[in-house]
Nanobody, 123 residues
């Protein structure tokens, strides 16, 4: 059973930074495309970014491009989301997800999900 556990969320002022971590267990981490998503209150879960198996390629939503960076350390079974220049509109629960197939921006394409970690950005 593949399990994902996010950590690193919290309260930060606008303009600040946070780094989220997602530890994966129960599977072969290097076989999974990894994605980050977020869900704000009253809104649908949305794509934030994704990273390929070896970590060479990444893709981001327009709303976070240039501010957020995804990386992974396969030897540690962990994927990271570095968030800089945070804005109040980045406030959401952030989820990491794993997909045993080609990378995707679609929520429904990911088979495994973490429980989420809250990020709150104050103005």
């Amino acid at each position: 059973q593949v399990q994902l556990v996010e950590s690193g969320g919290g309260l930060v002022q606008a303009g600040g930074s946070l780094r989220l971590s997602c530890a994966v267990s129960g599977g072969t981490f290097g076989n999974y495309f990894m994605g980050w998503f977020r869900q704000a209150p009253g809104k649908e879960r949305e794509f934030v970014g994704r990273i390929t198996l070896g970590g060479r390629n990444t893709d981001y939503s327009d709303s976070v491009k240039g501010r957020f960076t995804i990386s992974r350390v396969n030897a540690e079974n962990t994927v990271y989301l570095q968030m800089n220049s945070l804005k109040p509109e980045d406030t959401a629960v952030y989820y990491c997800a794993a997909r045993s197939g080609w990378g995707s921006r679609q929520v429904n394409d990911y088979q495994y999900w973490g429980q989420g970690t809250q990020v709150t950005v104050s103005s």
